[in-house]
């Protein structure tokens, strides 16, 4: 890796994997918030896999949308719409969003979701922060499970993310 002037940087890295993982890799991704210039050996990379058995939603609470790049003042008015399609409430206490650099919102304000039940959350500055360009948002149980996962691509000022079924 050098450091091209102005600031530019150049990578050349690979991931090297088993031909059966191929159709497992849901996407691959180099964190933005790596510093080569204070850790120049090599950057981190990030691959997250499909893998049978985990991955689920198991108490039916996924991200429903997603708005990453709201008209006004982003640190306070990216939100993110929390559904629970389960049968049983779900405390919220402990959950959590957290995006590829790390950074997380706490679900603890929402309470409890009811079966059917869904509630908004907006940033008020916490610290995550939504990239307009691109991302990846994991929704986090309070023991620390993943339980879903959005990648999003570039999103216009007022555009909803709405993650597939």
Known sequence: MTADPPGELTSIDHILQPPELKAKVEFADFPHHHDPLLHPDHFPVVVRLRLPGGGGVPSGVRIASLLPNPPGNENQ????????????????????LRDLADKMWSLADLGTLTPNGHETITRSGQPMAMNNGRDTIDL????????????????EEGETVIPPP
């Open 140 to 155: 986090i149980d309070s023991d620390g499970r993943v339980v879903h996962t959005v990648t999003y691509g570039a999103a």
């Open 77 to 96: 008015h990216e939100a993110a719409e929390i559904k629970n399609s389960g049968t049983r409430p779900v405390n919220l206490s402990g959950w959590k």
